[in-house]
């Protein structure tokens, strides 16, 4: 997968993500992008760790599916230290 087909790959997980967690995380589409680029490469690195899984397609389902569950993990670990910054103040 080219580098284009990546950020790609990362701003629709990205967008797909905040729209299966509920609340409002915040962020505008670059914030959505870099967790989106981040989550994906969690979730593929996670693949290939724990089910050895090849993600060289951009149009395979299990490529979509860990690079939508990396974004939603990096989501909700922005979304901690996003509200708990914003406590403190």
Sequence with gaps: MGFLGFLLLG???GAIAKLILPGKQG??????LLLGVVGALLGGW?????F??????FFSIQTWLLAIGGSIIVLLIYGFFANRSSRKA
């Design 11 to 13: 701003l629709i997980a």
């Design 27 to 32: 962020g505008g589409w670059l914030i959505t």
């Design 52 to 57: 050895n899984a090849p993600l060289e397609e």
């Design 46 to 50: 996670l693949g290939s760790v724990l």
